[in-house]
């Protein structure tokens, strides 16, 4: 060992010793109460190598077998998606707006490879992987003018596990490959590695390990990354798993309990008698007939009856579920009634809290990665393979690309908590001028110039009918007569 070597040993032990004698941080300290609590020093992408696939499988079982799990799944993707986040475009042109979102309209009733549902369902299935496994791809697939499309694309999502965590390797041409994904030289992703089958399908009849090389530019990657430098996805399950299943085999435990106990209604007592040589026992040894409701049973001399009494489960079983399902909520980011589906200790306060601080978790996650990730990449090459293949006409679009791709999302509306009290309060901060109508009109989920032309195109047809619905402060033109 080196010179350089020994003084850095030496320096580093006087520094813990240092940090031991003046306090420093407790939690960096190896004290009585911490020597056992050794963390991982190991990069997040080892970790998810060495145990993402094992957590990802354990979670997707979860979701088949537990309650709690499979509840907790669909309200985050009901909550994150529900009828699907929503393009609003931002061209000027009224005609031309109208004409994009038309043919958009049209388009995502197209858009699954599998014609399993539409974009927006598509969304809700990338929102339930994001929630399982921390990733999902989608493999954005060109189709051929005879195929019949409105725009000749269409998307095929395709689970985590086709991009194997263990294909670590490198290249020919000096590229990486890092779990599953091709780095060129200053470390961009040029490709993805897919196997062509899932792993676990057996179904399936090719051959199992072969991968095929897709360009990185016809691939969508979306996942939530926990750390930086990460390559795949972590399950939101990870910190709930051990005692979500832990819990849910204590449930099991104490429902057959309960389940045996019951069976044994009542015991008999039977004085002590000889049996003959042949070791028999006579008909009246015979067990008793099952008990059935309003049966009595007569019995012989010298027997009685003691009938069961099982033990319960105590009064500490449901505070104790309780807890741990908090727990499970809190880990998993879901208020508890929305992994439990309890509504018994709900009330408006509470509620209100738990939904305020829920929704802005689920504004994060739709704007940071379902729109950034999946919607806006999704729009511009659907804008770009629809100009491409003359189904849409746009003057001038390659000068002025990024002005036709702008477009507003709008995610799902938020039910009211209190619709009265919710709505007045919305009203009134409009006429303050605290917020616009379009505001107000993109966060329940609408265009607002599409609910302004429907509204103008009502009172129309109300006009020319000779209808009048009552209205608050509903302003008559100059040059239309009120109706009498």
């Known amino acids: 060992m080196g010179v350089w070597q020994q003084w850095r040993q030496r320096l580093g032990r006087q520094v813990l010793r240092v940090g031991a004698m003046v306090g420093g941080f407790e939690g960096g300290l190896s004290s009585r ?12 992408n080892t970790l ?20 709690y799990a499979a509840n907790a799944v669909e309200s985050w993707a009901s909550n994150a998606v529900g009828t699907g986040i929503k393009p609003s475009s931002a061209i000027a ?44 791809f989608f493999r954005l697939r060109q189709r051929r003018p005879e195929d019949g499309l409105s725009v000749p694309l269409q998307l095929q999502m395709l689970p985590s596990e086709m991009l194997p965590l263990t294909d670590n390797r490198v290249l020919d041409n000096g590229h990486v490959v890092r779990q599953g994904i091709e780095f060129d030289r200053i470390g961009r992703r040029v490709a993805y590695h897919f196997l062509r089958r899932h792993p676990g399908d057996i179904t399936d009849p090719g051959l199992a390990g072969e991968t095929v090389r897709v360009p990185a530019e016809m691939v969508l990657h979306i996942i939530d990354p926990v750390d930086a430098g990460q ?3 972590v399950s939101r399950f990870a910190p709930a798993l051990v005692k979500l299943f832990l819990l849910d085999q204590y449930d099991d435990a104490e429902l057959d309990r309960k389940k045996v106990a019951a069976m044994f209604v009542g015991f008999v007592r039977r004085p002590e008698r000889d049996f003959d040589n042949s070791g028999e026992r006579d008909a009246q040894d015979e067990p008793l007939l099952p008990l059935e409701p309003g049966q009595l049973q007569i019995l012989d001399e010298g027997e009685d009856i ?9 009064g500490n079983y449901e505070a104790f579920q309780y807890r741990t399902l908090l727990q499970v909520a809190a880990a998993l980011g879901l208020p508890y009634a929305n992994l439990s589906a309890d509504m018994l200790k709900a009330n408006y306060s509470n509620t209100r809290a738990a939904l305020l601080e829920f929704r802005r978790r689920i504004e994060a996650f739709q704007h940071s990665v379902l729109v950034y990730q999946l919607c806006r990449a999704v729009w511009a ?27 507003n999302w709008l995610p799902p509306r938020w039910d009211w908590v209190d619709p009265l009290k919710d709505i007045r309060a919305e009203i009134e901060a ?32 109300e006009r020319d009918l000779g ?14 007569p009120e109706p009498d």
């Open 33 to 44: 109460r911490l020597k056992m609590f050794q963390a991982s020093r190991a990069h997040v």
């Open 48 to 67: 998810i190598q060495s145990s993402g696939a094992d957590m990802t499988a354990r979670a997707r079982y979860l979701i088949r077998n537990n309650g």
């Open 93 to 136: 042109d009224a005609a031309l707006k109208d004409r994009v979102q038309r043919l958009w309209l049209r388009w995502t009733d197209e858009s699954d490879a599998e014609w399993l549902t539409d974009f927006y369902g598509q969304q809700r299935r990338a929102a339930r992987e994001l929630f399982i496994a921390g990733e999902v």
């Open 231 to 233: 390559l795949r996805g």
């Open 306 to 314: 003691t009938f069961s009494n099982p033990a319960d489960v105590g």
């Open 381 to 407: 090459r659907w804008m770009d393979t629809a100009v491409l293949s003359g189904a849409l006409t746009l003057p001038d679009y390659e000068r002025r690309r990024a002005e036709y791709l702008a477009c």
């Open 430 to 461: 409009i006429e303050a001028g605290l917020k616009s109508r379009t505001q107000a009109i993109a966060e329940r989920g609408y265009d607002a110039s599409q609910v302004d032309a429907e509204i103008a195109a009502d009172r129309q047809r």
């Open 467 to 480: 209808l009048w619905f009552q209205r608050r402060a509903a302003p008559v033109p100059v040059d239309q």
